[in-house]
Each structure stands twice: as structure tokens, then as C-alpha cells.
């Protein structure tokens, strides 16, 4: 694995209006633009002020672009997560926190150089 630490040029898109009050699902199509699900080898963006929570394992992504949150829902056996690049530039990703303690497990899979 590779990790990079932007100092220079870091393209993050700016947050606008404060985070949402209130957690998309990935499942719902509602919640990305034109109302369909991202597909195998997608460029997706969690953009700055989503929170996504991940009820489905989605498919294999070229490019998973950070800008909000990207919630590991607890509770599920096991959750997936495979892309060829996840850049967390302003963004978290979360599986608990402080209060909650994460019991399910996770695979997070780099398909990328």
C-alpha cells in the first residue's frame, strides 16, 4: 500500500453549507446524483457535506474520492470495500467511534498499484 501526504496541490472541494443533519444510505438511489447507484470501475466522490453510511457493500470502484464522511454501519457481519485508489482528502472514514465500540468486520480492499 501507498500512502501520500498532499503538502501543494490538494483538489478538495469546498463545504459550502455545514454538513447535513441528517445519514444517506449507499443503497438508496435517491441520495446520488441522477438517481442511480454507483457501478464497478465508477470515479465516486462523498461529497463535503454527505454523510454516507454504508448498508451494502457497493462494487469494485476505480476511484473513491473522501471530501464527507463514509460510515461503516455496525451490525452487519461483514462489510466490503474495494477500489483501486480511496483518497481521504477532507473527509473521515468511520467504523464507530468514542461511545460505540465497531464489532463487525471489515475488508477493505486496494485493487490499484
Given at each position: 500500500m501507498k500512502t501520500v501526504i498532499c503538502r501543494q496541490w490538494c483538489p478538495v472541494a469546498p463545504l459550502l453549507n455545514g454538513?447535513?443533519?441528517f445519514s444517506r444510505k449507499w443503497s438508496n438511489l435517491t441520495n446520488w446524483p441522477n438517481k442511480t447507484l454507483p457501478k464497478a470501475g465508477d470515479d465516486v466522490t462523498i461529497l463535503s457535506e454527505w454523510i454516507m453510511q454504508l448498508d451494502i457493500d457497493?462494487?469494485?470502484l476505480n476511484n473513491l474520492f473522501i471530501?464527507?464522511?463514509l460510515v461503516f454501519m455496525n451490525?452487519?457481519?461483514e462489510s466490503n470495500l474495494s477500489a483501486n485508489n480511496i483518497w481521504i482528502?477532507?473527509?473521515r472514514l468511520i467504523a464507530g467511534?468514542?461511545?460505540t465500540s465497531f464489532t463487525s468486520k471489515i475488508n477493505i480492499?486496494?485493487?490499484g498499484d
Open positions: 454538513k447535513e443533519r457497493p462494487p469494485a471530501d464527507g464522511d451490525g452487519r457481519n482528502r477532507q473527509g467511534d468514542e461511545n480492499i486496494l485493487l
